[in-house]
């Protein structure tokens, strides 16, 4: 029994209105909800979850979290069919929503692409030198290759400028590079941390996507029915969730650590990642209007769907529980401590 935890001093001392209360606390505790959320990888880009998680943050909103390492394509059919409660793979997410998927983002972790695109050929030394080339992207339609079509069109550079080869996880991207098997590779920030100074010697930074493109990148999808069903358990997730933002916020060397740990990664590979990543950090947990807008407009035109009647914003994002949680924490007056 839970309550046998109780030290038989302290229960002899217990009024009854305040052992009925430590009984209602430890059942309460021994009672916490499993949620089952999908990472796309343990890299620093989800910082903020595993600082929650290593902090206790969502064991005391009475959340017992169970992690699946699994991108997008795994991710958000389980999230449809409800066998995941929430994914952080948002930007699958938004595409499966545009195809009719009933899912929402619900949190946005940072407003930026954490990533550049690099070649180990020395004839290639800006975007125009990349005509008819290929780049491989971990998977086709993912944040990395839309962040691409962003900037091509913020340069008015048609869409079919480049093409894309889907090359998945587990350093395949890092391997082509080195072995010179494309022209160009989309690399994020740990995988370029794990560069040896042998590939510099040929391999340098062609695109950087994090200073050129802003776009809504990580954070957390749920389905319309916890929406609907379970606003309680998605409030107080995402109350948990904004705590570990905040932390990391606050306390970066503690936070790097806890990645570390978490992640099982080298301090110096997740230290360059956080450091990279920490300034695109949003502490409310929200895109604005017009990055929304412009996600939308890009997965639709990705998807092939008409564009002369513009698509809400109301129909993929809702900011409503993470507004409400920033709320309440605010006037808890909660802060994070070391």
Not at 45 to 58: D, Q
Not at 109 to 118: L, S
Not at 135 to 163: C, M, W
Not at 222 to 250: E, P
Request: aromatic share 6%; net charge positive; hydrophobic share 40%.
């Amino acid at each position: 029994m839970v309550i046998a935890s109780v030290p038989a001093k302290c229960m002899k001392q217990l009024s009854s209105a305040a052992l009925a209360l430590c009984v209602c606390l430890f059942a309460h505790a021994a009672k916490a909800e499993k949620v089952r959320i999908a990472i796309p990888g343990l890299s620093p880009n989800s910082a903020f979850f595993m600082v929650a998680v290593e902090k206790g943050y969502y064991s005391e909103e009475g959340i017992e979290v169970e992690v699946n390492q699994a991108g997008g394509g795994t991710a958000i059919p389980a999230l449809v069919s409800g066998e995941m409660q929430f994914s952080a793979s948002t930007g699958s997410a938004i595409s499966a929503i545009l195809k009719g998927a009933k899912l929402k983002v619900v949190m946005v972790g940072q407003d930026r692409p954490g990533a550049q695109i690099w070649t180990s050929r020395p004839n290639l030394k800006s975007m125009t030198d990349l005509r008819g080339q290929q780049i491989g992207v971990q998977s086709r339609g993912d944040t990395g290759e839309l962040a691409v079509l962003s900037l091509l069109k913020k340069s008015g550079i048609p869409r079919d400028y480049v093409s894309f080869t889907p090359m998945g996880t587990g350093g395949t991207r890092l391997a082509a590079l080195r072995s010179k098997a494309l022209p160009a590779v989309l690399l994020n920030w740990f995988e370029i941390a794990e560069l040896r100074p042998s590939d510099l010697a040929e391999a340098h930074p062609l695109i950087d996507l994090y200073g050129e493109v802003r776009m809504p990148y990580n954070g957390l999808a749920t389905s319309d029915d916890v929406i609907r069903n379970k606003s309680d358990l998605l409030h107080r997730f995402i109350r948990a969730s904004l705590k570990g933002v905040g932390y990391m916020l606050s306390f970066n060397s503690e936070s790097i650590k806890l990645i570390s740990s978490y992640a099982k990664m080298p301090v110096e590979i997740v230290r360059f990642d956080f450091d990279k990543m920490i300034p695109s950090v949003l502490p409310d947990g929200i895109a604005d209007e017009q990055m929304q807008k412009t996600e939308i407009g890009l997965r639709a035109e990705l998807l092939g769907m008409p564009t002369d009647k513009p698509i809400p914003t109301s129909s993929v994002f809702d900011f409503t529980a993470v507004t409400k949680a920033s709320k309440d924490l605010k006037a808890s007056g909660w802060k994070p401590t070391s």
